[in-house]
């Protein structure tokens, strides 16, 4: 499975939406999350969709800021980001995994398929 992921600058305030196209044996993916890494900070848990019925978590600091979707037929995930601050600015990634994984949603380790990673840059 190949992910590829859109990203882009924007200004405080702003909304941005990140896009995430799956290619190869995609039935192979159950979930479908985000992650980001801030400048000098880990890689963190930002949510993550269920590919069958479209239902998404989010970590708890993002809820009702960040919305993820997805659809089916273009085998796209898309994180749509509003009220953009300068703390968001971060390399965020998409990542898939497989339906038979026991751990955690927000686990890393548990996501076999990563996508390269795009700048997001939130200008104040």
């Known amino acids: 499975v190949q992910l590829r992921v859109g990203g882009g600058l924007v200004q405080a305030g702003g909304s941005l939406r990140l896009s995430c196209a799956a290619s190869g044996p995609t039935s192979s993916i159950y979930n479908m999350g985000w992650f980001r890494q801030g400048p000098g900070k880990e890689r963190e848990f930002v949510g993550v969709?269920?590919?069958?019925?479209?239902?998404?978590y989010y970590t708890d600091s993002l809820s009702g800021r960040f919305t993820i979707s997805r659809d089916n037929a273009r085998n796209t995930m898309y994180l749509q980001m509003n009220s953009l601050r300068p703390e968001d600015t971060a390399v965020y990634y998409c990542?898939?995994?497989?339906?038979?994984?026991?751990?955690?949603?927000?686990?890393?380790?548990?996501?076999?398929?990563w996508g390269q990673g795009t700048q997001v840059t939130v200008s104040s």
């Open positions: 969709i269920r590919w069958s019925d479209g239902t998404a």
């Open positions: 990542a898939g995994r497989g339906m038979f994984t026991t751990q955690p949603i927000y686990d890393i380790a548990s996501y076999p398929y």
